[in-house]
Every structure is written in C-alpha cells, then in structure tokens.
C-alpha cells in the first residue's frame, strides 16, 4: 500500500492509541542489535521436583548411559592414537559380546558381502555349480576386465580405469543378484564354516582395518 | 522435522550407539526414505558401515524399511521414535512399580536390546536377578515367565511382525526384502514354552578371562547347541500403552488434587459412603475442569471421562505454569483472564486485570513476542484500516503448545550438550578417579591392608575431590532436568496428538 509520508510530517497511518501509547508520548528506544545470549532472568526457575522415584530414575538413566556404550550396538569409531599408551588402559577394556541380527528379518543387501581375495575362488565355485550357461557372458567380461587390470593401472587413464570399474561393478552386482539366487545357501554354509567368528571379523573391533578397505568402488554410485 | 527435534535424535543416538549410526540415522531424518546406496554416497561412508549402522537402527525399530518397484529397498527413520529414548527411564520404572524388580528387568532387556525372544529374555533375566540375591540362591525361569506372561496380557510388551511362513517349497527368485506382517489377534499371544532352569551366577573365572580376547572362543557355546523353541517371535515394549498408563496417571494425579481442595472445604468422615461417592461425582461434573462428564442417570447416573478435554487442561495448565514462571503473577492473571474470555481488547485487559496501563501493555507484548498469546484482527470496514480494526489478544492453545513443545526439545539438546561439555572438561581428572577405583579394586580382592588403600585414596587430593563432587551434582541436575522436560513433553505431545485426531 502507497504510505504516503504526509508531505515531510510524521503521521501514523493507524490509530496509535489502539496499541496503548498516548499521542505525542516518548516512543521506546529503538533496539540495535541482538538481544544478548544469556539474558539475566527476573524469575529464578523452580526448583526441580525430588523425590524417590526421581533418585531411582536418574541413577537408572546414568547406568543405561553406561551400559548402552557397552553394548554390541553401539559401533565405537576408530580413535586417534593416544598421547601416552596407559598401562591400565589394557586392563579397563570391557569385552564386547557379539551380535548377530536375525538375518530373515532384513533385507537381503544387508548381509555382509564377502570381497576378499581368498573367498574369490570360492564364490566363484559356487558360481559355476550354482548356474546355467547365462553367465558366461559376465564371466568374460570380468575376466577380460582382471587381464587389463593386471597390465597395470598406469597405462590407462584415470578415465578408462572409471569406465571398466564401473562396467565391472555393473556385471559383479548382475553376478551377485544372480549368485544369491540360486546359490546363497552355499554363501551362508560358506560364511558359517570359514571361520568361527564370520561376521565378527567384518565387524572390525580395531581401528587398523578403517580406511583400508575401498568398499564397492565409491566412485560412483551407480543403482 | 524441526532442527531443533533433528538436533536433539543426533544427540540421543550418539550417546546411545555412537558416531557412526548417529550419522547414518540423523541423514535419514533429514532426507527421508532412501535406499542403501544412496546413504553410503551421499554421507561419505563405506557400504559396509552403513549395512552395521542400518542393522542397528532396525534392531531397535528405529528405522523401516520398504520394498519399492524393480526391488530397491528403501529405508527410512522414525524420528518420534528416536525421541522416545528419553523416556526409556520412565518406562523402567513404571514397570518397576506395576511388577517389582522382575517386570522391571524385562523391560529393560527389551528396551536396550531393542527386540528379543521370549525365551533370551527370561534367561537373561533370570541370570541377572540370581546375581543380586543371597549366595546360593538362584531364581528360577517360571517365575520370569509369569511375569512375562502378565506384561503380555497387560499389553506392557508385544509381539514384533514376522515373516509368514511360506506355504511353497520353492517360490522362486528371493524377495529381495522379506515382507512383516502381524494380526491383531497375534500381538499378545505368548507361545507355549515350557521353560525350565534357573538363572547362572556368572563366575569368578569369567571375570578374570575378561581381558583375553573372546574371538578365538567357537561361536556356538554349549547353551545354544539345543534348537530355540521359540526361535523367530520376537517381542519389543510396547510404548503406546505405556503412555496410555502415563496419561491416566496424570489425569488422576490431576483430580486427587483437586479433590484435596474440595476435600478441605466439605466435612465428611473417612469412609466413603455411596451418599459421598455421588457427591463427589456431581462435584467433579460440576468442576469447571471438565474432566468428568455426566452422560445420563442409567444406573443411577453415568459418569465419562472427557479423555481430550483432560488432556487439553492438563497442557492449558502447563502454558499457565510455564508464563507464570517466565514472567511473573501478573502476567499469569493476564494470560488466565484472556484464556477464560477467548477474545479481549487492550482496555479491557486493562480493566479487568486491573493493572495499570502501561504495565499492562509490556506485559502483553512480552507475552505476543513470546508467542503465548496472539492478535486477532477484526476489521470494521473493508479496507482493513488499521484505525478502524479491532485487535483482539487471544491465546491459541494449540500453537501455543507447539512452541512450547518445540522449545522443550530445544531445551534438552541444551542439557545434554552441557552435561556432555561438564565431562569432557573434567575428563582427565574423571579417568584418573576412575584408574584409582579400578587399583583399589584390585587391592581390595587380593587383600590389602588400610594403610595401603589409604595411600591410593590419596592419589586424588583434596581440592580434585571437591572438583568430582562438583561436577556429580552438576550432572546429576542436568540429568534429572531432562527427564523432567520430558514429563512436559508427554503432556503436550498427547494433547496435541489428541486435537490433531479429532480433526
């Protein structure tokens, strides 16, 4: 709406009564900046309510607090190496139990995948007795792919190198929906039998592994 | 969800499962349903970590997921239910006062472990309670079971949906998520186990083994060599009814009150009498608090509780507590007159409050921009003049309730990030207390005398004492604090949840 100023005279376009202040009275100061971060209160606040069920709820919250760290469910991040290695420190290490999720219960890209070397062969007899003759087109592909790799990553550029993960990441999740068709009882059987605490060593407890593992070429997120 | 709610679950869930769910759960918050590669991509992390942290969060039915077309599975967080860790306390110690230490223990296994077979939690009970009773003594499964049992009828714990057994021996290619399901009828039903043992003393020698590590022992013990019978019906607290058990609570703690002042003005014996009782209902009735209704004279009369308008009292007392403690009396009478009248002009807050004008004004505006109360415009003509509108203070009950509830959650990650910057501060001096207790421990077991003990003590002098002593109370302030707000955050969230249904 157009305020007209009133030819150089200050004039309210509302009634200035209605808000409460008289005419011509003095107006508050203007405010300038921000009010300050920690106001001074006039009102002391109440204190808290005490009682037995209080004292019984605030020590059960305290030992929850503790007791959740030590869980299995709580997934401790690597730390920096400490200033000065304590003697007692080895002696204070609480033992964590492991956890296994009911796997029936959860989608099945929650399994752990295993990608290292050693259960290469194995994955790969497993896919061999578990499938038919479609495969051996992916097959090719990825063994065509491992022969480049081998002649050595300098010779290509970064950008081929980017093409043939990301065609071999394509054809390693085709093998893998596949494999887990028809062959992920042998999967399971495999990871049961291979070493007694399976899942726990992907479950690194130590903060060596961090970082080490490149995971299913991040470079791309191809879905 | 407001930053202040997505602040406040980032806090809970790194207290409770560390940094790495705590990023995996706050980005899904904040982004709502995504499938797992995305969440790796988009947070940075590596596929595997994502996988543990996404096993976690479903664990404790934080986070659902849901098969879409061409079989992506996304996965998405419940943010209330992130809240809800705040209650855990509460609902461990109601559990407590309806079933003793038994019940107690139960929920607590639920609630930490998110979901369990019946059959793990009575023996995990089992064994924890036979560790606190006398040499010798041992608590037998059955028990455990009965009060299981009853938790069950009582709706406290409830069964958690499962896969349907599959009729077809080979369905073909593998869903790639399995599909949850549960009835009505099925949510209650314990099944037919037949128990039987006592709970195990962990031993001494257990104890000593601590320290080596346990990976090299074989992943199935003895325990577990026999099938589980229960195996695949899991159980998880049921937190609804729990807050039903809360919200009766405090509409009777809310009435006893109330009936304490009636009480004092009226002489009647001790012993209530049918006479007392229908006095007492009519006084209720009558109560301008409305939280008895009467609904017809079937009966002799029948009386209703007006669940919502409890409910709406309830948070109505709670904003007037809150202005009177924030502004002052004055203010409070201000706030309560407008409430009662629904619709009043600067004069007539004037008159009838009877403060004088000037002060009446500040008060109002400190209340507007605290956003308790609000203006309502009327306009006399109709180009909205503002010198010939009407400008009506009113209190929104319902806004002004989300202010308040949003302002609780901002007040908790307040709490926690001080009581959380009160301990890394003394963290030094917290590990060194606690590197003492652990010697003295050990003195202790293997029989020190005084003087040595004495000597260890020591270590921490005086002034660091006080230091501990200092930082204790501060904690503990800061931690009952927040289960405090939370009491206020219940009632406003129920009220709320309560006006949002019937609308």
């Known amino acids: ?223 | 969800m407001t930053q202040a709610e997505i602040k406040l679950c980032s806090l809970l869930l790194q207290e409770h499962f560390g940094e790495i769910v705590e990023k995996i759960g706050v980005h899904l918050i904040r982004t709502g349903s995504q499938p797992l590669r995305v969440i790796a991509h988009d947070t940075g992390t590596s596929l595997d970590q994502v996988k543990k942290a996404l096993c976690v969060l479903i664990q404790h039915n934080l986070v659902i997921y849901q098969v879409h077309k061409r079989g992506v599975v996304e996965y998405e967080a419940q943010c209330s239910r992130v809240l809800r860790m705040l209650r855990y306390p509460r609902y461990i110690y109601t559990a407590k006062t309806l079933y003793s230490d038994t019940g107690e223990l139960i929920v607590e296994e639920l609630l930490l472990n998110g979901k369990m077979t019946m059959s793990a939690v009575v023996k995990k009970v089992a064994d924890r309670l036979t560790e606190t009773m006398e040499d010798g003594k041992t608590m037998d499964y059955a028990e455990v079971s009965n009060t299981f049992v009853r938790l069950a009828d009582t709706h406290f714990v409830q069964r958690c949906p499962w896969v349907p057994a599959t009729e077809n021996s080979d369905p073909g290619p593998l869903p790639p998520a399995p599909i949850l399901v549960i009835s009505e009828k099925d949510m209650y039903l314990v099944p037919k186990l037949s128990l039987i043992g006592k709970g195990k003393r962990r031993r001494s020698s257990d104890e000593d083994a601590a320290g080596e590590p346990k990976a090299k022992r074989p992943k199935h013990n003895t325990d577990n060599k026999e099938p589980i019978p229960d195996d695949g019906i899991y159980w998880q607290a049921n937190l609804d009814r729990f807050h039903q058990h809360f919200r009766d609570q405090a509409i009777v703690s809310a009435v006893a009150n109330r009936m304490d002042q009636i009480f004092r003005s009226l002489p009647v014996g001790y012993n209530i009498s049918k006479q007392v009782l229908d006095q007492y209902l009519t006084l209720l009735a009558d109560d301008p608090l409305e939280f008895v209704g009467k609904s017809g004279d079937s009966g002799g009369g029948m009386y209703v509780i007006n669940l919502h308008k409890a409910l709406g009292s309830l948070a109505t007392a709670t904003l007037e507590s809150v202005v009177q403690e924030r502004f002052g009396s004055r203010c409070a009478r201000i706030f309560r007159l407008v409430l009662q009248k629904k619709h009043l002009e600067q004069k007539q807050v004037e008159d009838f409050a009877m403060i004088p004008a000037k002060e009446a004004k500040d008060m109002l505006y400190k209340m507007l921009s605290g956003n308790f109360i609000s203006l309502q415009e009327i306009p006399k003509t109709p180009d909205h003049a503002p010198s010939r509108t009407f400008y009506l203070y009113t209190v929104n009950i319902l806004s002004a309730a989300r202010m308040l509830l949003h302002r609780c959650y901002k007040s908790i990650a307040n709490l926690i990030e001080r009581r959380q910057f009160e301990t890394k501060e003394n963290k030094r001096l917290l590990e060194k207390s606690q590197r003492v207790e652990a010697i003295i421990a050990s003195m202790q077991a293997t029989g020190a005398e005084d003087a040595q003990l004495q000597e260890i003590e020591e270590m921490i002098t005086v002034p660091e004492r006080q230091q501990l002593e200092t930082l204790k109370r501060n904690v503990n302030k800061l931690d009952a604090s927040e289960i405090q707000v939370d009491e206020t955050i219940f009632l406003l969230e129920s009220y709320i949840e309560s006006t949002m249904k019937r609308q």
């Open chain 1, 1 to 223: 709406m157009a305020g007209n100023k009133g030819r150089g005279r200050a004039a309210y376009t509302f009634n200035i009564e209605a808000v409460g202040f008289g005419r011509g009275e003095k107006l508050p100061d203007v405010v300038l900046k921000p009010p300050p971060l920690f106001p001074d209160t006039d009102y002391k606040p109440v204190p808290l309510k005490a009682g037995e069920g209080e004292d019984y709820m605030l020590a059960l919250k305290q030992e929850l607090r503790e007791t959740m760290k030590r869980m299995p469910y709580y997934i401790e991040t690597p730390e920096e190496k400490q200033d000065i290695e304590r003697y007692s420190k080895r002696y204070m290490k609480v033992y964590k139990e492991e956890w296994i999720p009911d796997w029936r219960r959860l989608p099945r890209e929650m399994m752990p995948r295993k990608k290292c070397k050693k259960a290469g062969p194995k994955s790969e007899k497993a896919k061999d007795t578990g499938k038919g003759t479609s495969l051996t087109n992916t097959a090719d592909v990825l063994k065509k792919i491992e022969e480049l790799e081998k002649r050595g990553d300098g010779e290509k550029s970064d950008e081929e190198n980017e093409e043939k993960e990301g065609s071999k990441e394509k054809s390693k999740e085709g093998d893998e929906e596949e494999d887990d068709d028809a062959a992920e009882q042998e999967e399971y059987d495999e990871e049961e039998q291979e070493e007694e605490n399976d899942y726990i060593n992907s479950y690194f407890e130590d903060g060596d592994d961090f970082g080490a593992d490149s995971d299913d070429n991040m470079d791309e997120a191809t879905y």
